[in-house]
């Protein structure tokens, strides 16, 4: 396994690139299935979701939008368990329907959240796609609808995700060697 320094911490590979794109397809294939017809409105969440948000998009063949908003939840490599939200939405949401596009779901805390506010601002239907998901770790009532890979409740970096804001540029992920 190749392994990668990204500042203090050592990390070595855990699901390459040619796993990671077959998961984005997979996800699009049923977003294209189960929302035909629907127009809906993508909403990335900044900053981890981007690179799943890009590649997603190239999947997706329905009619929809995408947009972003900008939380933040994690200091170092733990969770706070408070989010904050840096940049917020500026669409209409009314009747729309809304897909939350995460890059990893853990305890559940932000796409919990994110529902909620989605949902008081007039969405008809929010559903969550995430590029990754730790089912040890999820703490909420409703699991995302549309799942890349389930994970292993480990530290990982690469695809979008980050160490203390380094390590997101690399094509794979990598879990931290503990």
Request: proline share 3%; glycine share 8%; with cysteine.
């Amino acid at each position: 396994m190749a392994k990668v320094r990204v500042l203090d911490k050592e990390f070595e590979t855990s699901i390459p690139e040619s796993a990671i794109q077959d998961a984005v397809r997979a996800v699009a294939e049923k977003i294209n299935r189960d929302l035909e017809g629907k127009d809906p409105l993508f909403v990335c969440i900044l900053n981890g979701a981007f690179m799943f948000a890009a590649d997603l998009m190239k999947c997706v063949s329905i009619p929809c939008e995408i947009s972003f908003v900008k939380v933040a939840s994690y200091a170092g490599t733990s969770t706070t368990g408070k989010v904050k939200e840096l940049i917020g939405f500026n669409e209409n949401l009314d009747g729309r329907t809304v897909v939350l596009v995460e890059d990893i779901v853990d305890t559940g805390i932000t796409i919990d959240m994110l529902r909620k506010q989605v949902s008081a601002k007039g969405a008809a239907d929010v559903r969550v796609a995430t590029m990754l998901y730790k089912p040890d770790s999820f703490r909420m009532d409703i699991k995302p609808e549309y799942i890349g890979l389930n994970i292993p409740n480990d530290f990982i970096v690469g695809h979008g995700l980050d160490y203390n804001g380094y390590g997101r540029n690399l094509k794979d992920i990598y879990t931290l060697i503990q």
